[in-house]
């Protein structure tokens, strides 16, 4: 008799906790399963953001770049207009003179650039001519590869027109639309200076705890000093460059030297892309100037050297490690950029990079990205 109520007894003990082990296990499975569906919803949630984002910079190009711009120059014009303010001096008014000097100055540098540019403009078919035979036997391999090519895909057929790269009509019905541009960015730039200190306090004011509040302002100020510093530094930096490439010219004996000084003080600002171009650029001035070959490429060797000094020693040693970004991840910037926005996507790409890197370091959960960033 007491041998079966042993086992019932056992059988009491043992038959729940199974029962709970096995419900449990399935529980543990369940969730397993909920959370992979969660990770992978929200990584598709993450793509079609991306995604989402991409095509709304592509399709708002014409309102994004110009106001990034516009805020990038009062970014790095803010410091300079604070600074006389604070002597007692209106800052519409300190706004105003600020950018009229800026002005000045690019007006200035247009004009003493701009009939030597003309010339160089009237000249390139003549210029083109006198190359040719000089690049024969460069071109004679792009030819027959390109032969090749059209062996391959077919040739063109007859009477078929040839693609136009440059339409004037094209150009002066953009004209317009710049000039428009133009005018926006400036004034943008001008009301920033102004009001920009007053929007910041409203936007501020919209988040409800202190330290929110206190980030704000403490990203818009981070980034308001560290662009400004890049911008400037950058600029001065370029200036040099430029500055350097003048004597270059003036030293090999190419025409209108300070056109090309100014021509290296804007790409550099592209980097890698930039002073490629220029480099090639030098190349070609170089064939026009020299008969041989090999005095041909002093110009470019000696504007090659410039720039690597510029890029490997003087630029980390002014900007420091604090802006240094990772060569890859700004190639790759470019490019997107480039493909989004074009000439002017490049132009902002590594400022909207460097502001970029300063809110991920100070927003919680982005401090990867700044990482990656460099």
């Not at 770049?65 to 604070?86: E, M, Q």
């Not at 000097?101 to 701009?114: N, P, Q, S, Y």
């Not at 910037?333 to 989004?340: A, K, S």
């Not at 400022?351 to 982005?366: N, S």
Request: charged share 15%.
């Amino acid at each position: 008799m007491n041998a079966p109520r042993w086992w019932q007894m056992q059988w009491h003990w043992i038959a729940p906790e199974s029962g709970e082990a096995a419900i449990g296990e399935d529980e543990r499975i369940g969730s397993a399963r909920q959370q992979r569906q969660i990770a992978s919803l929200r990584l598709t949630v993450v793509w079609l953001s991306l995604l989402g984002t991409i095509a709304a910079m592509y399709l708002a190009k014409a309102l994004i770049v110009p106001v990034l711009l516009a805020l990038f120059l009062a970014l790095s014009l803010n410091p300079l207009v604070a600074s006389l303010t604070r002597r007692w001096l209106p800052r519409a008014l300190v706004a105003m003179l600020v950018m009229g000097a800026g002005l000045a100055v690019v007006v200035l540098v247009v004009i003493a650039v701009a009939e030597p540019a003309q010339h160089w403009i009237d000249r390139a078919p003549e210029a083109a001519r006198l190359l040719t035979p000089r690049m024969r036997a460069v071109t004679q391999q792009i030819e027959a590869a390109g032969r090749a090519t059209q062996s391959l895909t077919g040739a063109r057929a007859a009477g078929t027109p040839s693609p136009v790269l440059f339409d004037v009509w094209d150009a002066v019905a953009a004209a317009p639309r710049l000039v428009v541009s133009l005018f926006g960015v400036v004034l943008l730039v001008y009301f920033l200076l102004v009001y920009g200190e007053d929007l910041l306090r409203r936007i501020a004011s919209l988040n409800t705890s202190f330290a929110s509040r206190r980030n704000t302002v403490d990203i818009v100020r981070v980034m308001q000093h560290e662009i400004s510093r890049y911008l400037f530094t950058t600029t001065t930096i370029n200036t040099l460059v430029g500055a350097g490439a003048t004597l270059i010219a003036f030293a090999c004996g190419i025409p209108d030297p300070a056109l090309w000084g100014v021509m290296a003080l804007l790409l550099n600002f592209i980097p890698y892309f930039g002073p490629l171009c220029m480099t090639v650029l030098f190349v070609l001035l170089g064939l026009l100037t020299y008969p041989k070959f090999g005095p041909a490429l002093t110009p470019a060797s000696l504007f090659a050297a410039l720039v690597i000094v510029e890029g490997q020693f003087l630029s980390p040693l002014v900007l420091g490690r604090r802006l240094k970004l990772d060569p890859l991840m700004i190639l790759l910037w470019l490019m997107l950029l480039g493909w989004l926005w074009g000439a002017l996507g490049i132009v902002v790409a590594v400022p909207l990079l460097v502001a970029l890197k300063i809110v991920c370091q100070r927003v919680a959960g982005w401090d990867w990205f700044a990482r990656l960033l460099g």
